[in-house]
């Protein structure tokens, strides 16, 4: 049995079709063909932002349960290994600071706990050992997260996931010109969004600048990329496949750099992070303090970028694998239904037990639920179904191709024989 659920604030819009289904279509497809429709009618309005979380890579890098698990193996498999009695050490210290927390096996407040007491014991000399240990597990399970976050994208996981990533941007990227670009906000720190906008030849902005060193410069987020219509006058369009891309968390391939004195922002980007180590890089690791850092650079300069973006006027903000547990990321969803009265917020994902949910406000939209397809239950607010099911293909010279045929087809039935 499938179970489909789509409400505007506080409101079922599925309500009515329970009564209107019919011999050729079940009530899944009506619901469905309802979710899609409206969907649609978004994908119109001129400006369309996208909060990607952790869910639109989930399959290919594992969540926070699952890298709980992966540094406990390698916690338990270095201590068994190696001669250093520093593992048994840390293990220890994992293990009592596990079983303190309130929920158990939550790598995020094990975290947080860590840089407090990082903090908390940096200048301490009499207490120099115990310091060590902290910096030491922090450093652990840093690196067991960067090595889980920069992935193979040869491993079949990963193809897949990839493949997500492909179809979304060929349905939307080369939307109508004359509509603003597309907006893409991410917490997540994988290059998934990169490697599939290059596999496309699409044009992406990410604030770097450069050729060979490559330095953040958040004014690239203003520019506009034209092209030149004709050679004898000075006239432009805008180029048609462009995505501005915003990770405010950070990336596996951004590290601090002093060496160019030149830029006011000491962050550059790199091609091959797989020969980089978590110490080098910048990106926000999964804590409960992780707001603070937010506040620093470049993070604080992505951020604006958000606030300004979900303030411009007719906007819609699809959001999709977030599940609103980072305050930092709610809080500027929350300031722009506050201040921005045209926008519109359209959550898939299944956020019941979240405050955004209870919330009646008829510019939220949630959809979520199961969808059974041929005795095979599938999700609807998983990142695959999303894409390959949903959202609306966009891309604007198909839609000039169909409109050309059907102007033939219409203009040679009017023809005489």
């Given at each position: 049995?499938?179970?489909?659920?789509?409400?505007?604030?506080?409101?079922?819009?599925l309500k009515d079709i329970k009564e209107k289904e019919s011999i050729d279509e079940s009530l899944s497809d009506l619901q469905l063909q309802e979710i899609r429709k409206r969907i649609t009618e978004f994908f119109n309005i001129k400006n369309i932002h996208f909060l990607f979380g952790s869910g639109t890579s989930c399959n290919a890098i594992p969540n926070m349960k699952g890298l709980f698990k992966k540094v406990i193996m390698a916690i338990i498999t270095s201590k068994n290994t190696s001669k250093e009695e520093a593992y048994k050490e840390i293990w220890q210290e994992f293990k009592a600071i596990n079983k303190r927390i309130r929920e158990k096996g939550n790598l995020e407040e094990i975290l947080g706990i860590l840089y407090s007491n990082r903090i908390y014991l940096e200048n301490y000399i009499e207490r120099k050992t115990e310091y060590e240990r902290c910096v030491k597990l922090i450093d652990f399970i840093e690196q067991i997260i960067f090595n889980e976050i920069n992935i193979d994208f040869k491993a079949d996981k990963a193809k897949i996931v990839l493949s997500n990533y492909q179809r979304f941007?060929?349905?939307?990227?080369?939307?109508?010109?004359?509509?603003s670009r597309l907006n893409i906000f991410t917490t997540n720190n994988d290059l998934f969004n990169e490697t599939a906008l290059d596999s496309l030849n699409i044009h992406y902005i990410n604030g770097f600048g450069g050729g060979i060193n490559k330095f953040f410069n958040p004014a690239l987020f203003s520019y506009i990329f034209s092209k030149r219509m004709d050679t004898s006058i000075e006239k432009y369009e805008p180029v048609e496949n462009m995505v501005n891309l915003y990770k405010i968390h950070g990336s596996v391939n951004w590290i601090e750099d002093n060496s160019n004195v030149n830029t006011f922002f000491k962050i550059r980007e790199v091609s091959y992070p797989e020969k980089l180590k978590a110490k080098k890089n910048i990106l926000i690791y999964p804590t409960p303090t992780k707001q603070n850092k937010s506040l620093g650079s470049p993070y604080v300069e992505l951020f604006r970028e958000f606030q300004k973006k979900l303030l411009i006027p007719h906007s819609v903000l699809f959001v999709i694998g977030y599940s609103f547990s980072d305050e930092h990321v709610n809080n500027i969803i929350y300031q722009a239904l506050a201040t921005n009265s045209t926008i519109n917020i359209v959550i898939i994902n299944d956020v019941c037990n979240k405050e955004i949910a209870q919330i009646s406000d008829n510019r939220?939209?949630?959809?979520?639920g199961n969808v059974d397809v041929d005795g095979d239950y599938k999700t609807i607010h998983y990142f695959d179904y999303i894409v390959n099911n949903l959202l609306p293909d966009v891309d604007a010279t198909k839609n000039q191709d169909t409109i050309l045929k059907q102007f033939i087809d219409y203009y040679n039935k009017k023809q005489p024989e």
């Open positions: 049995m499938s179970d489909i659920f789509f409400y505007q604030g506080t409101t079922n819009l941007y060929q349905k939307l990227a080369f939307r109508n010109k004359d509509l939220i939209f949630r959809i979520w």
